[in-house]
């Protein structure tokens, strides 16, 4: 069964830490995603990425960065986290166009006190 | 006026009953339509996706695309309780920047 795994289900982190978030998939995917989910916010895309060491910003990236220094390999990094930065994160990969639709991870569920 | 559209809900049917989920997109260049249904504390799991006009069964499933009203649907026939999550409608745009857009999510619950 193909997988996407994110290393936290649950995370607690302090203002001004800085905090990263990792996502793992072994389907050989190239195209990989960080996804915030917020109530009455839906899902926001915060970072993509086509290949290897390559990195798009999407609809808010403002306070975040990412690196992907292997395929199967995706991360999310809070500079400075802020406490609205408390959310669902949630990772996803496709294969080629991403019109064949999203595998997700599980999520994790970061707060920030 | 936002990408894509859809009633947050709750929609309530009974059980057995048709669930009819609505969702419309701006942007007429969109290619690609996706229907994803997300318990409560999970993620969301792709369970339906539709490029053509017309319809597309899968299952207890049917996606409707129109693309000239830009207006996509799902169809759960004989709802059970176990149908009951958020599903969200998803949608591809092509061009330079790919990307996928989601709704909000509409709350489905299912009556015993």
């Known amino acids: 069964d193909v997988k996407v795994t994110q290393s936290s289900r649950y995370l607690v982190k302090r203002t001004g830490e800085k905090v990263f978030l990792e996502c793992v998939q072994d389907m050989d995917h190239e195209n990989m995603f960080w996804y915030r989910q917020d109530p009455g916010l839906g899902l926001r895309l915060i970072y993509f990425?086509?290949?290897?060491?390559?990195?798009e910003k999407g609809d808010i990236p403002e306070g975040y960065s990412v690196s992907r220094e292997k395929k199967e390999r995706f991360s999310l990094i809070l500079e400075s986290a802020s406490t609205n930065q408390t959310s669902m994160y949630l990772c996803?990969?496709?294969?080629?166009?991403?019109?064949?639709?999203?595998?997700f991870g599980s999520g994790t569920r970061l707060t920030v006190v | 006026q936002k990408e894509v559209e859809q009633n947050s809900g709750p929609l309530s049917v009974p059980e057995g009953a048709i669930a009819s989920l609505n969702c419309t997109y701006s942007d007429r260049g969109s290619q690609s339509f996706f229907w994803y249904r997300q318990y409560s504390g999970k993620s969301p799991e792709l369970i339906m996706f539709?490029?053509?006009?017309g319809d597309k069964e899968d299952g207890r499933f049917t996606a409707q695309l129109n693309k000239a009203s830009q207006y996509v649907s799902l169809l759960i026939r004989d709802s059970q309780p176990s149908d009951s999550a958020t599903y969200l409608c998803?949608?591809?745009?092509?061009?330079?920047?790919?990307?996928?857009?989601f709704g909000i999510g509409t709350k489905l619950q299912v009556i015993p």
């Open positions: 990425s086509y290949d290897v060491k390559m990195k």
């Open positions: 998803a949608v591809f745009l092509s061009g330079g920047y790919q990307k996928v857009t």
């Open positions: 539709i490029y053509s006009n």
């Open positions: 996803a990969s496709t294969t080629g166009p991403t019109n064949y639709g999203y595998t």
